[in-house]
């Protein structure tokens, strides 16, 4: 999960890694916002890999109207990151320059709504449940959330170790589901703080990728979801199945970004990783999991590039062998640390 909602979410693949000069701004007026402010804050600690380099700003807003007080506050120029649990990201080394809005925990109301809608087969009434959740809502409790009234197709939702933010960025899934299959609405939010209502008509969604049909640069900040009803007791039941499975496939034990590669179109990316013999190769403290090759793993002290390192090289094997090119489902953000001059051991 998946999970980067920002300004270049839309966009599969890593952002320009040119370091700009850092912008003089140095904050809004104070009393103008509500949420918390920080600065130089390091990005290992918001990630799921442990890993990263630090974000000139960091801001947790308080609720939905008080990030679209901060964001009015900025400059037009500011670069603006949304992440969740930072659970399928990378934030490289060189960190982030601009502000990060950390959403989970801050943007959290979920509730039930229940609609009713004609069947278009027989004209028959089906009763549907609408799940809305605001984008720092993590994915497992909106699965918990449905299941507990009584809606179903929502299960699926807690094998997804992200925020709902995520989950619409890349549109996450997993045994046999997507996020965007259920999405009957969005909200989002500009550069300048005013929400927009979006149809899923408005973006181009296709598997682990979500594009707008313009230039907007707008990002999620809630959506409503549409679950039929169904039984809730089998629903929990299912969650229940689902994370056993996942405890048991998955290194959960060890800091990781979840799935780093899409499953190429009739195959996965684990065979075809294992197959090149790279399960349990290391870079540093980075290491293709033993126990599933679609992971990588921080043995304890990784950097951002060790990560990126082994990314790269297991990519350049499975080409090499098999001429399958693996994309990314992990967002590589940030700029580079400039490699040291040689015999110095600093860098330019």
Known sequence: MTELNDSHARNPGSLPSERADCPAWDGPVPGKIRGALEHNVAMSGYTSWRAGGPADRLYKPADLDDLCAYLKTLPADEPV?????????????????????????????????????????????????????????????????????????????????GTVGGALAMNAGCYGHETWSYVSQVLTVDHQGNTHKRSPREFQVAYRHVDTTGQRKEWFVAAWFLFPRGDGEAGRAEIKRLLERRIASQPLDLPNAGSVFRNPPGDYAARLIESCGMKGVRIGDAQVSEKHANFIVNLGQATATDIETLIEMVQEKVKAKGGVELIREVRIIGERVAPALPGTGTTP
């Open 81 to 161: 990151h949304f992440i969740g649990l930072g659970s399928n990201l990378l934030v490289r080394d060189g960190g982030l320059r601009g502000t990060v809005i950390f959403m989970h925990g801050a943007l959290k109301e979920i509730r039930f709504e229940e609609r009713r809608m004609q069947g278009r087969a027989s004209g028959a009434e089906s009763r549907f449940g609408v799940v809305y959740a605001e984008a720092g809502v993590a994915s497992p409790k909106v699965a918990r959330f449905a299941a507990n009234n009584d809606l179903t197709g929502a299960e699926f939702l807690a094998g997804i170790p």
